[in-house]
């Protein structure tokens, strides 16, 4: 399995991006993708997981309200709707995917996408 995100870019606060995440060499809908994100000195932090079926989905408390998950099994793509991006959520985000559910603590990702950078200026 290869994911690929992309849709990072410079914004100024209160913007909008789009991220995706593309799949390939396996059939995403079995996959629950989540998306993380590691700014520049932090651990990375798991932000928001869509099951295979896309009907089971979470957030962080941070992001709540502001970032929106959602799947196109058709396309083998995951997105990440980011509006209200605050400087905070300055990072790169990655994608990343394991069998059919999400996991609570963003545990047992099995496969690994490279990242996109976001930056919002203040």
């Known amino acids: 399995v290869q994911l690929q995100a992309s849709g990072g870019g410079l914004v100024q606060a209160g913007g909008s991006l789009r991220l995706s995440c593309a799949a390939s060499?396996?059939?995403?809908?079995?996959?629950?993708v989540s998306w993380f994100r590691q700014a520049p000195g932090k651990e990375r932090e798991g932000v928001s997981c869509?099951?295979?079926?896309?009907?089971?989905?979470y957030y962080i408390a941070s992001v709540k309200g502001r970032f929106s998950i959602s799947r196109d099994n058709a396309k083998n793509t995951v997105y990440l709707q980011v509006n209200s991006l605050e400087p905070d959520d300055t990072a790169v985000y990655y994608c990343a995917a394991r069998r059919f559910r999400c996991s609570r603590d963003y545990s047992g990702m099995n496969f690994w996408g490279k990242g996109t950078q976001v930056t919002v200026s203040s």
């Open positions: 869509i099951d295979s079926s896309g009907v089971s989905i």
């Open positions: 060499g396996f059939t995403s809908n079995n996959l629950a």
